[in-house]
Structure formats: structure tokens, C-alpha cells
């Protein structure tokens, strides 16, 4: 979370432990300047990261033609800029398989332009799914 | 074996040394450790079409950071597991599932003097301890697993130990108590889980959900990437149940409100719904007149806590645990029935899956020291009570004689505490203290006991555990 205090200063919830500190940043001309309320350095990266460069990997499904089942999950193999996560589902949306499909199969080479490929995680075998389209 | 034979009745009875029912992270982690242990006869029910249990819907990131270093999906992290089953080549049946669990009740000549009448008081409930009594009295009951599938219909196993790998279930709606008709679009966040992540169907496009533990918080997320909005999670209790990382990640990275303090108390529509009433609480849970609002919508989920399935524990007529809804053990993770094994979800209700796996291990390896003769016979129970802050422990007992060097105890606080002590307390006396600097209910504690503190104590009766300032 981020809770903009003013255009210098702003407060983020540190997700790096159960304690979950809050620890405010002070930034000049988009300088991060001075950081305190964390209760170690974990939260200080933290924070950095988050303000700078935010990234998440993101889980989701594609569609498989012919198998067991009709969607397969799939992740991004490392963490894609926060930005572009709802670029990178739009993408998968359009997507399709075809069964079989197993785990670590690259169903999207270089996701949205990110240098970063989309993989799948479990296995479809070969099938009817129960479920009508 | 004959049809004469009153323990076998009419049918030849499949023998295996220990059955596994759940084919979880829980079961595939205890066999695992079992054949590692040198169990070779051993079998895995799972009543689905799968294994992996919970995990095959759980396909977003965050399992396994503690034992792969790695951050894995749900399915990923199974099929770990699952790899190593069949590399082991532990043999596991599918579409099965069990539905009652009973021991031999009486001798035959295939049987000898083994078999002896152990359940003597069917029904009755007993503690760890009292199964150990009559366990002396008699030889060793074997346990009756009876399993139906579609391809083999219904038949019984007769195993020497069995492992009880059943996980949970969400709480049904009904025990939520709210008022108003029960139109379509009420689901149990798990079940939309299933919905979506297996099925690719969507419950609805407009949605609130009611509680805030971790499926709740992962399903706003996963609907709104599918193209839901979510309007708002609402949460009765003054703080979420679930992970920062999952309110952060899952609510706040997508502008979904989380609301404290707040629940549903109408639900409108006939057919379909089309809105919630939600409203403040007190301090005592009950809504606060004059703060309702009412929230458009065609999709409400429940994500209101999981209880251990224990319908099985209860044919077998285990001691259970009230504050877990799990059945009592004892350090060995074994239940009141000697040979019957408990770990995972059906034990209490875990967040983090890689301690599943761990406690399911340790259940494998006792579960196989008992086949091999190699766990004594329990025979003084030390019981471990909770004390002020702690809701349980797991395991509620320990015999000292049985125990390792170390021996862990999982436990669960009552509420959020800061800066606050752990206390152990030996026979009422503190024996070691630990700062705390944050304890909250959502969050699994534990803490080590040595064997040495415990021997070192005259007349052991009672250790507990407490929250001290
Ligand atoms: C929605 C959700 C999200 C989660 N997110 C995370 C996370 O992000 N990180 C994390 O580390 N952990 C997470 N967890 C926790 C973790 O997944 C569970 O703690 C773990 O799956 C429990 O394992 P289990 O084997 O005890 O139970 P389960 O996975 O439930 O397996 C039990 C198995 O037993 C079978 N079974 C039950 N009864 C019978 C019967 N009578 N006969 C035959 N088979 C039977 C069931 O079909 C099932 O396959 C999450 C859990 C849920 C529900
Ligand atoms: S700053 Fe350190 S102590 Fe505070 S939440 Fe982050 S990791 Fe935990």
C-alpha cells in the first residue's frame, strides 16, 4: 500500500515479515532522500523496489484445446514491471493451447515485450473436459 | 483366510502395512518419508481424479520459499511431491474414496491372538493414554479401511497403521447466519477457486466478498485479472486473517477496499443477487444500526475459514481437539487409536503448505517406527496446556520417553499481540521465555522443547505455554 502524504513523502506497508511495518519515504525531484519506520533493512529495499522499479509475477490460466481439462495455469518465469501485468493477462487471454501440455512448457515467449517468457505449471493430458462451452 | 472367517467376512481382504487416505501434500509427504524409512507395503487413497489435493487450484506463487528456497505455484509444488511418489514407485489409487475406518474387532484363526479385542467400548471417546491401555492388554488391532471406487465398487484394506491426510473444508454458508433468500451467486471462495482456476468458468462480474483470510484476498485478485470487479472485502474482526503480502499484492495493487469491522447482514435479490447490505459491527460482532450501505452486485463469496474433515476420525471415535476441530496426539502425531497417524489440514488448519509437508514427514516416520516395532509403547502422557494468549498447541501431549532430543510445538495465539513474551512453564514454572514482537492468530507459532529440560524436572505433570508481558 501506498499512501501519498505529499508529493515528498510517502508511507508503505513493509511485506517482508508478519510485523508489517510502516515506513515512510521522503523523496526530493523523485529521489528517495530518507527512509524511516522500518525495523531493519529488509524494509528499507523494500521500499526502494517499490517506488522505483515494482515488479510481480503473475499467475493466471490459458485455454487448452482437447484436453482433461479446458484451462492450464501458467506464471511468468521471473517478475514482470507492476505496470504491465493487465498488458501481460490481456495477452494470455488470446492464447491456446493444445493438449497435451506439461509442466514448464513455454506457452508465451517473451511476454508483452518484457524479455520475459510465460511457462506452464501443472499438466493437461490428453482428454474431454466435462465442462461445455 | 476363509469366508468362515468373521474378521475377513466374504471377501479376501487386501493387506497393506499402512494406508495413507488423502492424496494431499499432507499424504504424498508422509508416504514419502514412510518408504524412505523403509515401509515398502504402504497405499494412498484420494478421492479425486488427481493428486495434490488443495494445491491443484491454488495456482498463484508463495509455496515453498521455506523448503525450496523458491517460489512456487500451488501445482508446482505438488508435482514435487508427486514425482517423487512415482519415481518411488508408492503405489496410490485414485477416484477412491474412504468412507468409514473401524479396527478388527475379533479374533480369528488367520488372525491369532494378534488381533486381540481392542475397541472394547465402541464409540466411546478416548485419550491417547487409554488407547495405549488397552493396546497393552491385547496384541495390536488392525485397522479396517473400507473405500468405494467406481472401477473396484466397494471393498476393505486391512492395514497396520493408517495416516489420516484428509485436509479441510471451507465452513459452509449456513453456519454464516445471514438473513434474506438464498439466491444464485453465493459461493464459498474455495469453490469459485475451483470454478475458475479448473474449470475456466467465471461465478459472476460484479463481486463482494465477505472475509479476508488468504483464499478470500487471492480470489479478488484472480477475479479481477479475469475481468471481474471486485467491490469490496468486507471483514468482521478489526484485522484480516490473511497475509500482508496477500492484502498488499491481491487488494491494494488493484484499488480493492478492505473494509474492517464490516460484514453482511442482508443479501437482496430473488433469483440472482443483485446487492449486499453490509454495516459496521461493535466491539461485540453485532451490526451497528444507521451504518448500512448497500453494495450492487451479482456475486457474493464466503471466505469465512476452513475446518479440519473429520468425519473419519469420528467413526474411528477419536479424542478430538475442540479449539482445532483436528483429533489429539501426542508428540508422534499419533492419535488416540496407536497406529492412526495424523498431520496436515485434517490435524489444524495450516497457511503454509511447506509445514504441511514437514509435519507430514515426521507423521510417516513414526507411523513406520511403530510398523517396525521401534516407537515403545506410549506410557506416561505429559499433557500440554495452553495458557493465557494460546489458543492450542499441536501436539496436546507429550511422553517424554518417546520424544526426540527436541521435540516441536505448533501452536496459535488467541489475538494480535505486540512485544509480548512466550513462556514455557514446566509444572507451572517458566523455564524459558522468547520476545515476541508481533503474534497474531493468523499466524502459526511454534516453539522447541528440549528432552533434556523436560528429564531434568522431578515429577513432571504439566507443560505449558503463555503470552506474559
Ligand atoms: C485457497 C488456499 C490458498 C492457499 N494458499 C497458500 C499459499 O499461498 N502458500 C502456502 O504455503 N500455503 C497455502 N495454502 C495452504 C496449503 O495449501 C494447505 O495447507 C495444504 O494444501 C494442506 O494439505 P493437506 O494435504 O493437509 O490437505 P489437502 O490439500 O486438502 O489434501 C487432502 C486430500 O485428501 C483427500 N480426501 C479427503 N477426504 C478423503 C477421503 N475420505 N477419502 C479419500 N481422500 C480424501 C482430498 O480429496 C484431498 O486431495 C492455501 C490453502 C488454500 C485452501
Ligand atoms: S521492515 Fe523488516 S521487520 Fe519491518 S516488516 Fe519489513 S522485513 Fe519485517
Redesign the pocket.
Known sequence: METILSPEKKELICIGCPLGCNVAVELEDGQITAITGNTCPRGADYVRKELTDPKRIVTSLVRVKGGELAVVPVKTVSDIPKGQVMDCIRELKAVELNAPVSMGDVAVKNVCGTGVDVVVTANVEKGTSCIEE | MGSACKVHGWVERMRVDLVI???????LAAAIAAREAGIENLVI????ARLG???NQ?I?N??GLHTFKEELT?PEYAGRYIEKVREMKIPYRLD???IDLGETQEDCADHGEEAGRVNGESGGRRSAAEGVREQSRGGRARKLVTAMSRKDGLYTIEAEAVIL????RERPRGALNIPGYRPAGIYSA?TA?RYVNMEGRMPGREVVILGSG??GL?MARRMTLEGAKVKLVAELMPYSGGLKRNIVQCLDDYGIPLRLRTTVVNIKGKERVEAVVVAKVDENSRPIPGTEEEIPCDTLLLSCG?IP?NE?SGKLGLAMNPATNGPLVNESLETGVPGVFAC???LHV?????Y?SEEAAQAGRKAASYLQGNLPKPQEEIPVRVGKGVRYTVPGAVDVRRMGETQLIRFRVDNVYRDKNLEVCLNGKPVSSRRKRMLAPGEMEQVVLRKADLEGVLDLREISLQIVD
Open positions: 487416505i488423502g492424496g494431499g501434500p499432507a499424504g487413497l484420494e478421492r479425486d489435493g488443495i494445491l491454488c498463484h508463495g509455496f500451488g477412491t474414496i474412504v491426510a484428509m485436509g479441510c474455495g477457486q488468504d483464499i487471492i476452513l474433515e473419519l496436515g489440514n485434517v495450516h497457511d503454509l503448505v511447506d504441511v
